[in-house]
Each structure stands twice: as C-alpha cells, then as structure tokens.
C-alpha cells in the first residue's frame, strides 16, 4: 500500500531533550516535506527536499533539522525542544508535479 | 510573495444546505499549482483537487464543485446539499510549478464546516 508513515505519532517529551520523528515513503517521491499545525495558524512548513542530499529551509525552520541520506526517508530532528515547539507535525511526499500525500501525523507536546 | 487567505474560520450550516468555501490568493509566478485538503476529526489531511494556472475551467466532483477565478486570484469551493460527514476543516494551498519556490506549499489557515442535522 501506498503510504507516508510517521513515528512515532505521539510524543511528550522535556524542555531539552533531544528528538527525532522519523518519516518514511514507499512511493519513490522526489519531494518530501515537513508542516507544523498550530491552531488559528493552519498549516506551515518546515523544510523541505527535493531529492536526496538537497533540503532547504520552509517558513519556520528555526529550532529544527532534517537530513535526506536516502530518498525514502526525511527524518526531522529537534535538538533541543522548547514548549513552543509542541505542535502536531505532519510529514508529506509528492512526485515532481503533483499533490502531497500526507503521513498520519505526530502529536508532540513538549513539557 | 505567496499568501493564501481564507477569511471564513468557522461556518456551520444545516445539513443540505450548500455551503461556499472562500479562497483567495496572492503569488509572483505566473505558473502555479491551488489544491484543497479536507481534515476531518480524526486529523488526517485529505487531498480533494489541484488545479494549475493554466486551467480555470471549473470542476464538479459529485456534491463538491471548485470555481477558479483567475481574474480575482480566488478558488472557492462549495458543497451541494452537505452531509454531517462533510464536518471537518478545509484548507486551500498554493504551490509554484517552477523554480525555488516549487517545494514549498502555501497553506491558509483553514475554514472549520459543522453541518448540523
């Protein structure tokens, strides 16, 4: 089945401690991404990579990394969270010209 | 610049009424992709359509039609006789189809539809 899995989907974690969600796709999609939803603020993105070693930055990427080594996976990498940072994550992947398919989502609350 | 405004937050209508969602965008290029997600409850985003810059021919999808107005830079979309199941948020995005911008999609802050029975 065709899909974007995220791990893990839910999270609470400290001010500090370092983390990874993981994102994975098994469709072959050149482009993946990362969105933050935040109420009254909809969706955002993170970052984003056009094929594997090429990322850059999206609207809020501050206090956020992302490597692409592989093309099937885009893991999101907080160095040290902040509560400001709780938020629900979303990854997605599309093929060059097309529509996002979206991950179920991580629910992240930083404490 | 990329801005995509949708001015309704909250709508709630009574089941079988029809109901317009307002999207109205601002972009540079010339060249560009409109899409529309549905959220529903369970938090999952949904992809309903994409539309291209070159294509304002409007589209009917069973109860959902999008009608793409180039000239006034919108891209409603409204529901036809709404069901309960039709509740959730609905967001408009914008995306260039080329250059450094193409990776990054613009989304609007959403309009929550309640349809009542």
């Known amino acids: 089945e065709a899909q974007v899995t995220q791990n893990p989907r839910y999270l609470i974690t400290v001010t500090g401690k370092k983390l990874t969600v993981t994102c994975s796709q098994n469709m072959n999609h050149e482009y993946m991404s990362w969105y933050r939803q935040d109420p009254g603020l909809g969706l955002r993105q993170i970052y984003y990579?056009?094929?594997?070693?090429?990322?850059d930055k999206g609207d809020v990427p501050e206090g956020y990394k992302v490597s692409r080594k592989e093309k099937r996976n885009f893991p999101l990498i907080l160095e040290s969270p902040s509560p400001n940072q709780t938020s629900l994550y979303f990854c997605?992947?599309?093929?060059?010209?097309?529509?996002?398919?979206f991950g179920p989502g991580t629910r992240l609350t930083v404490l | 610049a990329q801005k995509v405004t949708q001015a309704q937050t909250e709508i709630s209508v009574v089941e079988k009424e029809d109901v317009t969602l307002d999207c109205v965008y601002e972009t540079r290029d010339t060249t560009y992709y409109l899409f529309w997600y549905k959220q529903p409850p369970s938090g999952e985003l949904v992809f309903l359509i994409r539309?291209?810059?070159?294509?304002?021919q409007n589209e009917i999808s069973g109860r959902y039609s999008w009608n793409f107005q180039k000239s006034t830079s919108s891209f409603n979309f409204t529901i036809t006789a709404s069901q309960v199941v039709d509740s959730a948020v609905y967001f408009c995005a914008l995306r260039a189809l080329y250059g450094g911008s193409q990776g990054n999609l613009i989304f609007g802050k959403g309009t929550k539809l309640s349809v009542k029975p």
């Open positions: 990579s056009m094929n594997v070693e090429v990322t």
């Open positions: 997605a992947s599309r093929p060059a010209g097309n529509e996002q398919f």
């Open positions: 539309r291209n810059s070159f294509d304002e």
